[in-house]
C-alpha cells in the first residue's frame, strides 16, 4: 500500500468526527440551500418567515446540529490543512487554541442567535 | 508495510504543472473549505441581526425590522447575488467532491478516482448553470 498521505490519523476520534460530520453535513449542506434559495428565496426572506420556520422544533434542532457540525468540520478542517502545511510546535499549539476559541465563540453566538430566533429567548 | 520517505511539503504549488487530477481534487476541496468556514462567520454574524429585530412585534409584521431590512438591502444588490452563485458552486463542488472522499475512504471507487473528480466538476458546472436565473430573481428590483 502506498504512503498515507493524510495528516489524519486513521482510527483516531478527530479522523472519525470529520468523516461522520461530512456525512451529516452532504445531506444539511444540500438541504439548507435548496430550502432557502430554491423553495423560499433568499430574497424573499423576512424575520416573521424565518421565526415561523424556526419555531418548528425539528427544524431548529436540525438547524442547530447543521452548525455545530459545520463549525467542527470547518475548524478542524482549517487546522489539519496547516498542519499539513508544516505547521508545528508552539505555533500549532496557538492556532488550535485560536481556533477552538473561534468555532466554540461561532457555536454560541449562532446556538443563541436560533434560539433567539425560535422564540425561546 | 510500505517503505518510509521523505515526500517533502506536499503543498510544493510550485510543482502544479506536475499535478494529477487527485492533487486537483485535493486543492479545489481545500479552496472551497476555507471559503466555506470563512462565509459560516460571515453568516452568523450577518444573522446576528435577528436579535436587533426580535421582540419588536409592530415592526416584524410590517416587514420593517433590521434582520428584514439587512437581508433584503443585501439580496438586492447584484455582487451579492453573484457572490451567492459562487458560493452555490463551492458548496456543491465540496459536497459533491465530499461524497467522493469518503467513497474513497470506505475503499470504493478508488481506481476511478480521476473520473469522479471529473464528474463532480461537471455536475458542480451543471448545477450552477441552471441555477442562476433562480438565483437573480427580481435583482435590483
Known amino acids: 500500500m502506498a504512503e498515507r498521505y493524510s495528516s489524519f490519523t486513521p482510527g483516531g476520534t478527530g479522523w472519525l468526527l470529520q468523516r461522520v460530520t461530512a456525512a451529516f453535513l452532504v445531506v444539511t449542506l444540500a438541504f439548507h440551500f435548496f430550502l432557502l434559495h430554491f423553495v423560499n428565496h433568499a430574497y424573499e426572506i423576512t424575520f416573521a418567515g424565518t421565526q415561523m420556520r424556526m419555531e418548528n422544533v425539528g427544524y431548529l434542532i436540525t438547524m442547530v446540529l447543521f452548525l455545530w457540525a459545520a463549525a467542527f468540520h470547518g475548524v478542524n478542517g482549517v487546522y489539519n490543512a496547516l498542519v499539513n502545511q508544516g505547521l508545528s510546535g508552539t505555533p500549532k499549539r496557538i492556532v488550535l487554541a485560536v481556533l477552538s476559541l473561534a468555532g466554540l465563540a461561532l457555536v454560541a453566538q449562532g446556538t443563541y442567535v436560533a434560539l433567539v430566533m425560535n422564540g425561546m429567548i | ?141
Open chain 2, 1 to 141: 508495510m510500505s517503505e518510509s520517505y521523505n515526500r517533502g511539503l506536499i503543498e510544493d504549488f510550485g510543482r502544479w504543472r506536475e499535478f494529477a487530477p487527485g492533487m486537483w481534487a485535493w486543492i479545489l476541496h481545500k479552496f472551497t473549505g476555507w471559503i466555506l468556514i470563512g462565509y459560516l462567520f460571515t453568516h452568523i454574524a450577518v444573522l446576528s441581526n435577528a436579535l436587533g429585530a426580535a421582540g419588536n412585534e409592530a415592526k416584524i409584521a410590517a416587514g420593517e425590522d433590521i434582520y428584514t431590512t439587512t437581508l433584503q438591502g443585501l439580496e438586492g444588490l447584484f455582487l451579492i447575488r453573484v457572490l451567492e452563485v459562487g458560493l452555490l458552486a463551492v458548496a456543491v463542488f465540496h459536497i459533491l467532491n465530499g461524497v467522493r472522499l469518503l467513497m474513497i475512504d470506505l475503499g470504493i471507487g478508488l481506481e476511478a478516482q480521476d473520473k469522479s473528480f471529473y464528474i463532480s466538476l461537471v455536475v458542480t458546472a451543471a448545477i450552477t448553470v441552471a441555477s442562476v436565473p433562480t438565483f437573480m430573481t427580481g435583482v435590483g428590483a
